[in-house]
T-cell receptor
Framework: AQSVAQPEDQVNVAEGNPLTVKCTYS??????LFWYVQYPNRGLQFLLK??????LVKGSYGFEAEFNKSQTSFHLKKPSALVSDSALYFC???????????FGKGTRLSVIA | GAVVSQHPSRVICKSGTSVKIECRSL??????MFWYRQFPKQSLMLMAT?????????EQGVEKDKFLINHASLTLSTLTVTSAHPEDSSFYIC???????????FGPGTRLTVL
């Protein structure tokens, strides 16, 4: 069975510091990997994805993520956190095509001024 | 581009009534849409996969007669919660598959409260 793990329920970081939100996956075959952000009482906003190509992918709002096949990880990073980055972040994976995404449980990021 | 809308954003209904939620892809066609349910402080739970012109595929444990899904066009899928009960109160989120980019885009969600 395919699964996505986000080992941290909560990540706290000071504004201006770099942030990392961790994600590991277990997917048969070549994974399609995604990061989404959710603000309170809202749907999910797409941040970035990895399907193929460069392992380092850049997305919206200055976020980036690195695909590491040997460690089966896809950690989300940002060099300098903003207070407005505070939200719930979901990592997701699928195999291909129109298959549903498998989501991690989410990580709440809190950026403190 | 790749915008998905949901209507209504919030609905309160009495127990026993039915509620319809619409999900629209505004600037792309989506042969496949998905319906999720999210409980407070939890992740998204996939309810069903909706394919245009065919029957939806429901996840295990989701009652197809209670959660009716219709995907009549390439830009619209509807979820009808029939004979709603208080335990159906939840945040329902749809997503549409953007085929050209292989990415799911999500609607803003619908908060359903059943009294």
């Amino acid at each position: 069975a395919q699964s996505v793990a986000q080992p941290e329920d909560q990540v706290n970081v000071a504004e201006g510091n770099p942030l990392t939100v961790k994600c590991t996956y277990s997917v048969s075959g070549n994974p399609y990997l995604f990061w989404y952000v959710q603000y309170p009482n809202r749907g999910l906003q797409f941040l970035l994805k990895y399907i193929t190509g460069d392992n380092l992918v850049k997305g919206s709002y200055g976020f980036e993520a690195e695909f590491n096949k040997s460690q089966t990880s896809f950690h989300l990073k940002k060099p300098s956190a903003l207070v407005s980055d505070s939200a719930l972040y979901f990592c997701a994976a699928k195999v291909s095509g129109n298959t549903p995404l498998v989501f991690g449980k989410g990580t709440r990021l809190s950026v403190i001024a | 581009g790749a915008v998905v809308s949901q209507h209504p954003s919030r609905v309160i209904c009495k127990s026993g009534t039915s509620v319809k939620i619409e999900c629209r892809s505004l600037d792309f066609q989506a042969t496949t849409m998905f319906w999720y349910r999210q409980f407070p402080k939890q992740s998204l739970m996939l309810m069903a996969t909706s394919n245009e012109g065919s029957k939806a595929t429901y996840e295990q444990g989701v009652e197809k007669d209670k959660f009716l899904i219709n995907h009549a066009s390439l830009t619209l899928s509807t979820l009808t919660v029939t004979s709603a009960h208080p335990e159906d109160s939840s945040f329902y989120i749809c997503s549409a598959m953007h085929g050209a980019t292989d990415t799911q885009y999500f609607g803003p969600g619908t908060r359903l409260t059943v009294l």
